[in-house]
């Protein structure tokens, strides 16, 4: 995994189907627009700070039984 968009995409997704939610509504819950864990995905760029606090949010929040993706460091 390269990119800090990329890893967060991963967590976001592999969060997503440990919940049973989708991406749409991981999106809103994590950043309050449906759509930005889209754009990110397809390319568009996050504030660090942006980024931070998403990864705390899924560390903090993550669902158990749900194994972190490998190759993305846990904040």
Do not use: C
């Not at 991406?23 to 627009?33: D, P």
């Not at 397809?42 to 931070?52: A, I, M, P, W």
């Amino acid at each position: 995994m390269n990119s800090l968009r990329s890893q967060l995409i991963v967590v976001a997704d592999t969060y997503a189907a440990g919940r049973n939610l989708s991406r749409a509504r991981v999106s809103t819950i994590v950043f309050n627009s449906g759509m930005a864990l889209d754009r990110i995905a397809s390319g568009k760029d996050l504030t660090t700070g942006n980024y931070e606090r998403a990864m705390r949010w899924f560390r903090d929040n993550w669902p158990e039984g749900a194994e972190w993706p490998s190759g993305v460091e846990m904040p």
